[in-house]
């Protein structure tokens, strides 16, 4: 079974950093896309930013220039550094994968980890 395993999160102050990681497992042998999104009270869950192998880096326009998301593939990670941070960053942050190689299946549904929270104070 697939799972996503997300870390990092917690209470930081305005300006300041964090780092965000997830691990994906299960028998994986590829994964087209990784990604983080994200859910403030009250709002809906977001595109935060995500890699797509061999084609495409993709940003919010909220954190670009803040955040950076890389990807190790030999490792079935992906990392969020998260710096110059906002109070308006205050989410839930979810670890994403999309299209997965998983044994000798495929699975082009969406798979999300349990989330994170993050707290930005001002």
């Known amino acids: 079974q697939v799972q996503l395993v997300e870390s990092g999160g917690g209470l930081v102050q305005a300006g300041g950093s964090l780092r965000l990681s997830c691990v994906a497992s299960?028998?994986?042998?590829?994964?087209?896309?990784m990604g983080w999104y994200r859910q403030a009270p009250g709002k809906q869950r977001e595109l935060v930013a995500d890699?797509?192998?061999?084609?495409?880096?993709n940003y919010a326009d909220s954190v670009k220039g803040r955040f950076d998301i890389s990807r190790d593939n030999a490792k079935n990670t992906v990392t969020l550094q998260m710096n110059s941070l906002k109070p308006e960053d205050t989410a839930v942050y979810y670890c994403?994968?999309?299209?997965?190689?998983?044994?000798?299946?495929?699975?082009?549904?969406?798979?999300w980890g349990q989330g994170t929270q993050v707290t930005v104070s001002s």
């Open positions: 299960g028998s994986i042998r590829s994964i087209n896309v």
């Open positions: 994403n994968a999309r299209g997965i190689y998983s044994g000798s299946s495929y699975f082009s549904s969406d798979y």
């Open positions: 890699l797509t192998n061999d084609i495409s880096l």
